[in-house]
């Protein structure tokens, strides 16, 4: 798996309580980058 330093870095995901935004989310974590999810649906991310 590559890589990229985003240490310092912000993300905004829409539609991030679950399939391809939460995976991208977790990526974007795991690459050091700060992340706010946010959903439609309050009941999602439970």
């Known amino acids: 798996m590559n ?3 985003l240490a310092g870095q912000v993300a ?3 539609g991030g309580a679950q399939g391809f935004g939460l ?3 977790r990526r974007l ?3 050091g980058a700060k992340v706010s999810l ?3 649906d309050p009941g999602a991310s439970s």
């Open 3 to 5: 890589r990229i330093d």
């Open 12 to 14: 905004v995901i829409t």
């Open 23 to 25: 995976a991208t989310a």
């Open 29 to 31: 974590v795991a690459s």
């Open 38 to 40: 946010w959903d439609r």
